[in-house]
């Protein structure tokens, strides 16, 4: 034997000491227990048990429910027979096998990981809060251990969730991980101008043991790819949204970072923006960074990856191989080696479409011979006929105000991986989105253009040939929600936006059972065993339901289900005037919002009044506009810059209208009684 074998096999024997140490194996997938989000330190959502199968599911009933006075999307996490999850703004220890609450706990601040749960280890459940804060729970208990921060003290920050979500702000979102004595999780606000982090905690203690700045600051490595006497990186992004993925033998911690700011706008960064849509390899006790893969250069498309990473091995030339699947939102998978970073499937950097304004990076990088989750272009069959159509990584500027542009293939959803036949579960939605860049560099929100048709895709993916295996369209779009966990039982679980819990045939994709939760909500599933029962649990808005075979528990009346067809949304106002090309407010990403115009815009776009009232449209644009019913049946006529058209409306109704010469300008009128 060479010495670097020697010194690698000591090495090797060395870190499987250290680990054993570390109890129980989280690298194995979840059976009895489901101790994290995704089920293990891969993140692979897949159960060993096989009590629930294909032969028997058809007598899946409900065995307990068990409501909350708040909603969530969290996925249940299971051990020593007791279950914890996050609703509203309290945590809950219930009994698993009852569905009995044993403990609750409910902090100063609202948890900002609701909707995606928390993590145990070391007799303690970890949860993240609103002002990135992070306290640990005696699990039997449920009372305080300790309180610490992946955050910054600042007085002016956001004292709740509801406040940081529309505010600068900073907070937990991603549900945290422990392993090997650390709690480790990424920290969101890039979205509301503060930057993201990961970090982590002393299990023990709650002291704060290292954190990486996701956007490099001066004199650290990356911070190049920022444009020099800036400071567009102070405000840079990166949020973290996911779960971290570990692998304890390589003493590596993942995660998927989220886009730069401004989101739409390319031209006050130019550069590849690192550390954003990078998926990042962290050493596990340091927080150093060992490697890093950029997804998206220069992100103008709002391309977080937000979908948590998968680790599973590969055959490579005969020899196993340690792979880590990055999940891009466009659906395509990257397959990388999670040791070293480089790709085990090739990547080339192929040229995308450019605009010199926006500063795009010449170059995308794609995996060879993969194929793609969901369409590439919009189908234009699916917007109104007002509308371009484009395809990813197309730049949108400020000259097309009507564009509409895919968005989100799989970005947000976990997926599930199946180590038994190689095979990745992966949810999908396919729904047109209209942004409308202005010409300052900040961020535009999308506009609301009704008529906008939508739907989902159930995918099953072999993760080493990059092949679809059957793919399943849905009515609903579920690149959010509940995702996919897959068992030994050959099942497939899923819960639909129109409260329907389901249970797939995972080789063949044929629906074998469904339940109605009576929710419109509803997180991953959980797979556990108490007494030898197996039974799966899933969150849907305020109730916690569980399932076994058998079971009792009658399903409830299903809800109203979710639109496929876009309409007008936001506040309707009560006025009876309308300002035709309007001044409104960016989101307020850097210090405070700014102001802008719309040059197609009515507001307010949704007014309210009594019948017989005169509505008064005044133009403050540059060009001529009308406001003309969408039936035709009535019009101000053109309204030149400076002027005001009028109608008079006798009869109560909702009257949506359009401006004529450009028809992608839309606006409502409520009229009542």
Not at 7 to 20: C, G, K, Q, S
């Amino acid at each position: 034997m060479t010495k670097g074998l020697i010194l690698a096999a000591l090495a090797l024997a060395t870190v499987n000491a250290a680990f054993a140490a570390d109890k129980p194996d989280w690298r194995k997938p979840a059976s009895t227990e489901w101790p994290m989000r995704g089920g293990d330190w891969g993140n692979t959502r897949y159960s060993t048990l096989d009590k629930i199968n294909t032969s028997n599911v058809k007598q899946l009933g409900g065995a307990w429910v068990t409501k909350f006075d708040g909603s969530s999307r969290a996925t249940p996490v299971v051990e020593g027979g007791l279950m914890f999850v996050t609703a509203g703004a309290s945590v809950y220890g219930l009994d698993a096998k009852t569905g009995k609450i044993v403990w609750t706990y409910k902090p100063d601040l609202p948890p900002s990981s609701l909707f995606k749960g928390v993590a145990v280890g070391d007799g303690k459940v970890f949860v993240g809060l609103a002002n990135a804060a992070m306290v640990a729970l005696d699990e039997k208990t449920g009372k305080l251990v300790w309180e610490g921060s992946l955050g910054d003290n600042l007085p002016n920050r956001p004292q709740n969730i509801a406040s940081a979500l529309t505010t600068t702000g900073q907070f937990i979102t991603g549900a945290p991980v422990y392993a090997n004595g650390l709690v480790v999780a990424g920290m969101s606000g890039g979205d509301f101008g503060y930057n993201g982090r990961v970090g982590a905690l002393d299990a023990k203690t709650g002291k704060l043991v290292w954190r990486f700045n996701v956007i490099p600051e001066p004199g650290e490595k990356g911070h190049d790819t920022w444009p020099k006497d800036s400071d567009a990186w102070k405000h840079g992004g990166g949020a973290v949204w996911m779960e971290p993925a570990v692998d304890p033998d390589l003493g590596l911690v993942y995660v998927g970072t989220g886009n730069p700011i401004p989101q739409w706008s390319g031209q006050v960064r130019a550069g590849d923006n690192l550390y954003t849509d990078t998926a990042l390899a962290l050493e596990l006790k340091t927080g150093k960074l060992k490697w890093y893969f950029q997804a998206v250069h220069h992100d103008i498309w709002e391309m977080d990856l937000g979908t948590p990473f998968v680790l599973f091995d590969v055959v490579k030339d005969g020899k196993i191989q340690k792979a880590i699947g990055v999940m891009r939102t466009d659906g395509y998978l990257f397959k990388l080696d999670r040791a070293t970073g480089k790709p085990i499937v090739p990547i080339e950097e192929r040229p995308v479409p450019q605009n010199g304004h926006l500063k795009t990076s010449p170059t995308q990088p794609y995996p060879v011979g993969v194929e793609q989750i969901g369409p590439n272009c919009v189908d234009k069959s699916l917007v109104p006929a007002a509308f371009k159509t484009d395809c990813y990584f197309d730049p949108i500027d400020s000259d097309e105000p009507n564009m509409m542009t895919p968005l989100n293939n799989t970005r947000s959803a976990p997926m599930a991986y199946d180590p038994t036949n190689a095979t990745l579960y992966v949810t999908a939605h396919v729904a047109p989105f209209w942004i409308k860049p202005s010409e300052e560099p900040i961020f535009v929100p999308p506009g609301n253009a009704p008529g906008v048709h939508s739907y989902g895709l159930i995918t099953a993916f072999n993760a080493h040939a990059g092949k679809i295996i059957w793919q399943k369209r849905t009515p609903y779009q579920i690149e959010n929600g509940s995702g996919a966990t897959a068992s030994a039982g050959g099942l497939m679980f899923h819960g639909e936006p129109d409260g329907n819990f389901q249970a797939y045939d995972a080789k063949s994709g044929d629906l074998l059972w469904q339940f109605q939760t009576g929710s419109n909500e509803s997180g991953p599933a959980t797979l556990y065993e108490v007494d030898g029962e197996e039974y799966v649990a899933v969150l849907a808005t305020n109730a916690l339901w569980s399932f076994k075979l058998r079971g009792t528990v009658q399903p409830l009346p299903a809800p109203a289900p979710p639109p496929t067809v876009t309409s007008l949304k936001g506040r309707v106002v009560a006025a009876d005037h309308v300002t035709m090309s309007a001044v409104l407010n960016d989101m307020g990403l850097e210090d405070k919002p700014r102001h802008y115009t719309d040059e197609y815009a009515f507001a307010p776009q949704r007014i309210k009044v009594k019948a017989g009232t005169k509505v008064v449209w005044t133009n403050d644009g540059k060009l001529p506009h009308d406001a003309t019913a969408a039936d035709g049946s009535w019009t101000t006529g053109e309204v030149k810059p400076g002027q005001a058209g009028s109608v008079t409306f006798d009869k109560p109704g909702t009257y949506e209208y359009v401006c004529k010469e450009h028809p992608w300008s839309y606006g409502e009128v409520v009229v009542e009684q």
